[in-house]
């Protein structure tokens, strides 16, 4: 299924945002039916998220979390008892995974298991030389002329 979305016009005038329009594209496809275990994704503040996983009956070794570039990847897999006879079986313990799409510089700050959830702390830190910078603009005309000596001044922009 495609995005009744034409993007053709933002392609012309952006340069580098291709990941962006992909994810949009293929955000209308079906991810699958199974959205187990149930999970919130919270925003704390400016530069801080929160994404809270339901994971009772899973233990810290049953769990695991991978960090790529621009993904995190959250598996669970509970190891069967195969000696238990269960009378009543309600518990769902079957494995799963869930992937979430990262932006750029976002990174893990902290998980733990708490109270049968899967708390995964982000924050997003821009490195110091992606942040705005103030550029000299300098008066002499050589530069015009062909004097490639352009000066960059490190003043960040307030």
Same mark, same amino acid.
Request: net charge negative.
């Given at each position: 299924m495609?995005?009744?979305?034409?993007?053709?016009?933002?392609y012309r005038s952006s340069v580098g945002f291709d990941r962006i329009f992909n994810l949009l594209e293929n955000s209308?496809?079906?991810?699958? &039916?199974?959205?187990?275990?149930?999970? $919130?994704?919270?925003? =704390?503040?400016e530069d801080k998220y929160r994404i809270v996983i339901a994971v009772a009956g899973f233990g810290q070794d049953d769990l695991a979390i991978t960090h790529e570039p621009n993904l995190l990847v959250v598996k669970g897999d509970k190891s069967t008892d195969e000696e238990l006879q269960y009378l009543h079986h309600g518990l769902a313990l079957?494995?799963?995974a869930h992937r979430f799409e990262l932006?750029?510089?976002? &990174?893990?700050?902290?998980?733990?298991? $708490?109270?049968?959830? =899967?708390?995964?702390d982000l924050k997003k830190e821009i490195p110091e030389e992606m942040k705005p910078r103030r550029i000299a603009i300098s008066g002499s005309a050589n530069t015009i002329a062909?004097?490639?000596?352009?000066?960059?001044?490190?003043?960040?922009a307030a």
């Open positions: 495609r995005s009744n979305v034409d993007f053709s016009p933002f209308t496809q079906p991810q699958g &039916s199974d959205r187990w275990p149930p999970y $919130d994704i919270v925003k =704390l503040g079957r494995p799963f932006a750029d510089h976002v &990174s893990v700050t902290d998980a733990r298991v $708490d109270n049968g959830l =899967l708390i995964i062909g004097d490639s000596s352009n000066r960059v001044s490190d003043n960040r």
